[in-house]
């Protein structure tokens, strides 16, 4: 495993659409253990391929208080949202900000595992959010287009995606 470069705002690959995942190749294999070991590395809640330099549609998750519960979507698929949440959002991208950001409060995504096995997981609060957050960026979509005004500077223990 290795340790991969973030990329950050400003970089045009970040506003790009991913590809879908065909086939699980030893190379794929090796993208996701990195960017477990990234997103662990960077203290983060979330990583998508994008942000890594790579358009395919990959994301890893784990937002709990251990790092011990990883979670990987590919070609994941939003089947549901509601309610709502507003609050602080970063993102490993935007290294030192965080904007306020309203989004669905429960989301339900329908997509594959790093077996290549379909799965459903929903969330509620803090794993919807980065579900959408994530899935966002597959789309090349950053979250300071969803942020009510001025973006904040934050100090660097605060979660981001
Ligand atoms: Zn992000």
Redesign the pocket.
Known sequence: MALRTIRTIGDEILEKTCREVKQITPRISTLIEDMLETMYDAQGV???AP?VGVLKQIVVIDVSEQGDHPIVLINPEIMELSGEQTGQEG????PGKAGIVTRANYCKVKAYNENMEEIIVEGEELLARAMQ??ID?LAGV??VTKAEGELMNVVSDEE??
Do not use: F
Request: hydrophobic share 40%.
């Open positions: 979330g990583l998508a942000q993102c490993l991208s935007v957050h994530e960026h950053l979250y981001e995606a």
